[in-house]
């Protein structure tokens, strides 16, 4: 193997790991998905075929084209909402991983005026400004389905995502991305963790939110992710 494939089988690793620890602390069900950027071709994408995430093993990986066709699909059904990743990894050069989840914590935040920003201190990225909420109606009209099924919507919610780490969907759940699958992993498990602070602390009274001199740090991955592989019966 050359080195970049070496590369994108690292990645690849990761990602399996990811659908797995993500399954394992609540935060993705039997739906929801992550997904990582190609070392070889960095405009296609690896995310799993149609599977719970949970149950995700190297057989189910697939490679995606940039426009979320799959490059070999031999008959393996695939994520109808895989355009959420492709459409946000052909926006963000920053980015190489992406998250999709239906997390019951967030959701009050994607129907409600409530803002949704940095709570706590693990969850700086999430900024000192509400994070945008995704109107699947304003593409597609009153009958949507409520999923991007197509590169179009995908589109448009990486456009309302823009340079933020997290994006919420009206009704639906969120949509994370970072520069790696270890902290899109993170984000992903932070943003659930803040959704549940906030919640509670709105019931108290009125939160103290995080400033813009108090999210301005960088996000510790190594040490979480072990123990988070480790509960979820992975390999150090």
Do not use: C
């Amino acid at each position: 193997m050359n080195d970049t494939t070496d590369a994108d089988e690292s990645r690849i690793a990761d990602l399996i790991a990811g659908n797995h620890i993500l399954a394992n602390e609540g935060v993705l069900d039997g739906f929801g998905h992550i997904s990582v950027r190609s070392v070889t071709n960095p405009r296609h994408f690896f995310m799993a075929r149609s599977r719970a995430p949970g149950l995700v093993s190297r057989d189910d990986i697939m490679e995606f084209d940039e426009r979320s066709a799959p490059v070999d699909q031999r008959g393996r059904k695939m994520y109808g909402e895989r355009f959420i990743h492709g459409e946000v990894l052909a926006a963000r050069s920053d980015v190489n991983a992406v998250v999709h989840s239906h997390s019951p914590e967030v959701l009050p935040f994607t129907v409600t005026k409530a803002p949704f920003k940095a709570l706590i201190h693990m969850a700086a990225f999430l900024g000192d400004t509400a994070a945008p909420v995704f109107e699947i109606r304003d593409v597609l009209g009153d009958d949507n389905k409520m999923l991007v099924m197509e590169n179009r919507t995908g589109a448009a919610l990486a456009a309302v995502m823009g340079k933020r780490a997290v994006v919420l969907m009206r009704g639906h759940g969120m949509t994370v991305a970072a520069e790696s699958v270890k902290l899109v992993v993170l984000r992903a498990i932070y943003t659930q963790l803040n959704a549940r602070i906030e919640a509670a602390a709105l019931r108290l009274g009125e939160p103290t939110f995080l400033n813009a001199f108090e999210v301005d740090r960088d996000d510790p991955v190594d040490r979480p992710w072990e123990v988070w592989a480790a509960n979820a019966g992975e390999a150090p």
